[in-house]
Each structure stands twice: as C-alpha cells, then as structure tokens.
C-alpha cells in the first residue's frame, strides 16, 4: 500500500470516528436516546474504537449489517457495555 493509500485511509477511519464521536456526545449528553451512524464504509475497522470511545460514557455500539455488501451502521445507545 502506498502512502497516499495508508493516508486517505487513516483520513477515512478519522472521519468516521469524528461521527461515532458525535453520536456518542448526542446520547451522553441526553439530546437523544440512541443514535445511527449510517453508511461506514470502514465500519467493520472502526468498531473496536468505538465501542471503546463509547463505553468510557457508559454507552454501547451495536453493529448493524446489511446482507449485501453495503457499509455497515453503528447504533449508540446508553446501554451498558459491549452488545
């Protein structure tokens, strides 16, 4: 992988995290009660970090895949724990 790749990718996995980040932020701060974060193409890379992000609130992130190639959805929401 060359490094423009490795750079548009780790700029990928950046912005997805920036919207976990913020959904986490609408459910922590009760604006609302759960959130989706839709169309993650790198949903399957970020998941771990996301649920860690989320779990230092005491929210969890939920996966949800589609049964076609289609990028995967977070769900946050104030559950405890990992789902």
Not at 18 to 43: E, H, I, K, W, Y
Not at 47 to 63: F, I
């Given at each position: 992988?060359?490094?423009?790749?490795?750079?548009?990718l780790?700029?990928?996995?950046?912005?997805?995290?920036?919207?976990?980040?913020?959904?986490?932020?609408?459910?922590?701060?009760?604006?609302?009660?759960?959130?989706?974060?839709?169309?993650?193409?790198?949903?399957?890379?970020?998941?771990?970090?996301?649920?860690?992000?989320?779990?230092?609130?005491?929210?969890?992130?939920?996966?949800?895949?589609?049964?076609?190639?289609?990028?995967c959805?977070?769900?946050?929401?104030?559950?405890?724990?990992?789902?």
């Amino acid at each position: 992988m060359d490094t423009l790749t490795k750079l548009s990718l780790q700029a990928e996995i950046d912005r997805e995290l920036r919207l976990v980040d913020s959904a986490v932020a609408m459910v922590r701060r009760g604006v609302a009660t759960r959130v989706t974060v839709a169309n993650l193409p790198l949903g399957t890379e970020v998941l771990e970090s996301a649920r860690a992000r989320a779990k230092l609130h005491r929210l969890r992130v939920t996966p949800v895949w589609s049964t076609d190639d289609s990028p995967c959805a977070l769900v946050i929401d104030a559950g405890v724990g990992d789902a």
